[in-house]
């Protein structure tokens, strides 16, 4: 335990909450003044961090600044990952800082019965993520020519006038479009119904943009699941299967982690707070 | 193979916003200030990758100018 000040240009910045003395080796190589402070039988990891740095008026500036989101959220991440190793842990969301080391402690007094419940809950569990792509072009391929109903309409434009042939163009487009979907969602669906069976929790979350994802093809599911240390191998074995079930679809799913469960450490009683 | 599994960790730009800026333990009050303008960051990267992918576009295809047809 660490007993140190904040000095009039400094906050602190909190990473994490676990109920055992957490080793910090791994994760001082990454984050300097790195340290705990034990309060109510909690430990919280934090760092001190600059004012000139992470004080409102510049951290928003900084957000701005993507190569500095990337590379402190990174830091984040793995300092986080750090305390995994040995402990479990309620992550906090990037950029949780504090004024003085006493509003830390009044707030780990505040939640402390509430994060020991979470810790309980948590304990000898991790997340694991699995988004799902899809690329289009390839399941539209892989159905569009043995689709009786698609085949039927085709059909008929190759016998029908010019104008009624355009009508029934756009009939066959939406047609399959909505087949599109219905492929899509059922993918999603039973993917993440089966992966639920094996889990204590799921979530699923916000769809992300090409633009973020970076990759050419569309995501269709992003899902968290909170999965017991010891089924880790049936969920991955259930995950191969969807997988290989799947593929010549063109979905393609990705599986990772453990994480540190930053989808299953919400606070567990319902508060309103002001703020 | 492209579906081998990617069960490693890499903290990508994707799992940082997908994770680390957007989720987590959330505590509001006086003493803290916690980034909330998760879609700021969205949209200043969206603004930001699309501005590489035109400078790209620019830089690599050759300029083929307008296809207009002529009506």
């Not at chain 2, 930001?48 to 576009?57: A, G, K």
Request: proline share 3%; with cysteine.
């Amino acid at each position: 335990m660490t007993d140190i000040q904040t000095t009039e240009n400094e906050l602190v910045y909190l990473y994490c909450v676990t109920d055992k003395e957490p080793g910090l080796e791994e994760a001082r190589s990454l984050v300097d003044n790195l340290y705990f402070v034990f309060h109510k039988g909690l430990y919280a990891v934090a760092g001190k961090v600059e004012k000139s740095e992470f004080g409102e008026q510049n951290l928003k500036r900084n957000l701005a600044d993507l190569e500095w989101v990337k590379t402190k959220a990174s830091m984040h991440e793995k300092t986080i990952e750090g305390v995994m190793i040995n402990a479990c842990v309620i992550p906090f969301k990037f950029g949780t800082l504090f004024n003085t080391e006493d509003s830390l402690k009044a707030m780990l007094e505040e939640h402390a019965e509430e994060f020991k419940a979470i810790l309980i809950k948590l304990e000898n569990k991790g997340e694991w993520g699995v988004k799902i792509y899809c690329n289009i072009e390839r399941l539209k391929a892989s159905f569009v020519n043995n689709e009786p109903e698609i085949l039927e309409i085709e059909y008929e434009i190759n016998s029908s006038s010019a104008g009624k042939a355009y009508l029934l163009k756009k009939k066959r487009g939406e047609l399959i479009k909505r087949m599109l979907n219905k492929k899509i969602n059922k993918c999603g669906e039973d993917s993440y119904e089966l992966l639920k069976e094996l889990s204590f929790e799921a979530c699923i979350n916000k769809l992300l943009p090409r633009e973020v994802t970076e990759r050419e093809d569309e995501m269709v599911l992003n899902s968290g699941f909170l999965v017991g240390n010891d089924e880790v191998g049936d969920f991955i074995n259930i995950v191969d299967t969807l997988k290989m079930y799947y593929e010549s679809e063109g979905f393609l799913i990705d599986c990772t982690g453990p994480w540190p469960p930053y989808n299953f450490c919400g606070l567990l009683k319902e508060r309103v707070q002001s703020g | 193979m492209d579906n081998v599994v990617t069960r490693s960790k890499d903290v990508t730009l994707l799992e940082i916003l997908d994770r680390v800026l957007d989720k987590g333990v959330v505590i509001s009050g006086d003493m803290v200030i916690s980034v909330a303008n998760v879609d700021l960051i969205y949209l200043g990267l969206k603004v930001l990758l699309s501005s590489v992918e035109t400078m790209e576009q620019l830089r690599g295809a050759p300029f083929a100018g307008p296809t207009q047809e002529p009506s």
